[in-house]
């Protein structure tokens, strides 16, 4: 293996309140919001067993910079349920399902997200 491994661990996004972002995240991935509040403005959610996570992270937040491109996507089986999913939520989303397989929404300071649907 490479010096620097081809192997994403962590995704940083921007939050205003670390507390409602990681109760936020969690409601939507379906996770108990038991992940720790580290240093008073990080929290890590694992997103799968291979070490990788989303960091929540209020110090590196200002009001006028988020992402206005998605910064991830999340995976789907199911495309048209996980839209119904994020409708009945009240999440905003910003797209429809385009071409059968993806669409974008917000999370609660503006950054931008993505669902996709994986074959």
């Known amino acids: 293996m490479g010096i620097i491994q081809n192997k994403v661990g962590a ?24 992940f720790d509040i580290i240093h008073g403005h990080l929290c890590c959610i694992p997103l799968d067993n291979n070490g990788q996570n989303i960091v929540l992270d209020s110090k590196i937040y200002t009001p006028d910079v988020y992402a206005r491109t998605p910064l991830l996507h999340f995976n789907t089986d199911n495309i048209e349920a996980a839209y119904q999913y994020m409708k ?3 999440i905003e989303v910003i797209t429809g399902i385009e071409h059968g397989h993806w669409f974008n929404f917000k999370d609660p300071d503006g950054n931008h997200l993505m669902i996709c649907r994986i074959d």
């Not at 995704?11 to 919001?33: G, H, M, N, T």
């Open 11 to 34: 995704i940083f996004i921007p939050v205003s309140d670390i507390e409602k972002a990681r109760d936020w995240y969690c409601s939507l991935l379906q996770l108990e919001p038991t």
């Open 88 to 90: 009945d939520k009240g």
